[in-house]
């Protein structure tokens, strides 16, 4: 039998393997794609054309979406930076330590939303004395053991902290507290903002502000060493 009078017949895997190797085949046959139908989970089938383009409809949302969320945490870091300023102002504007202290607390809990604020010096203020928000532990207490990490990173913690950690900041008041911020400064005492919001802090949130909230507390505080 003449092999040329017999069609060869191809399987849909071997057209599939042909067209894979032919990315431009539609571009010589236009009409093919509007003719070729494209199988869909959620729907009835639909041309190729109308296909792709409900695919670029779906990236298109998709990046819009991406775009509102990129926009929401530009403004929110417009805001924190706003704040961080202004904080930095308010501690340098203090005349002693003691009113640094009393600024970096009120700042925290009023232009921060803080649930509870707690500071812990590692040496006594003048002017200070009974505020419930603040504690005086020396820096080699071991009740700061747990802390011994922290302070040595220097970096901020974010999250639900170590029960050992959450019980000497808030005391009586730690089960009212989900979630914390923590700025360890070495040298001077740690300063922690806690939520009755188990996702107003969490791990891995940014942690820029915060540094810097920490580091204009300090600066504040050593200008009136000596």
Excluded at 102 to 114: I, K, P, V, W, Y
Aim: charged share 25%; hydrophobic share 45%; net charge negative.
């Amino acid at each position: 039998m003449d092999r040329m009078s017999t069609p060869e017949k191809l399987g849909a895997h071997e057209v599939a393997a042909w067209l894979r190797r032919q990315p431009k085949f539609l571009q010589q046959f236009p009409d093919l794609a509007l003719s070729l139908v494209v199988p869909r989970e959620d729907g009835p089938a639909a041309s190729l054309a109308s296909y792709q383009l409900e695919v670029l409809r779906d990236k298109n949302r998709e990046l819009s979406r991406r775009l509102h969320d990129l926009f929401a945490i530009s403004q929110e870091n417009e805001r924190l930076a706003v704040r961080t300023h202004q904080l930095t102002l308010s501690l340098m504007r203090q005349s002693n330590r003691a009113g640094v202290v009393r600024a970096m607390a009120a700042s925290l809990a009023e232009d921060f939303n803080g649930d509870l604020v707690r500071i812990v010096l590692f040496s006594p203020v003048a002017g200070l004395g009974g505020e419930d928000w603040l504690q005086v532990i020396a820096r080699d207490d071991r009740l700061l053991a747990p802390f011994g990490d922290a302070l040595k990173e220097g970096e901020p913690l974010c999250g639900r902290l170590h029960p050992d950690k959450q019980a000497l900041l808030y005391g009586a008041r730690v089960e009212e507290v989900q979630s914390s911020a923590l700025l360890a400064i070495e040298g001077t005492g740690l300063v922690a903002v806690g939520s009755q919001d188990p996702n107003r802090f969490y791990p891995g949130m940014g942690t820029l502000f915060l540094r810097m909230m920490g580091e204009a507390f300090d600066v504040a505080l050593r200008r009136f060493d000596g």
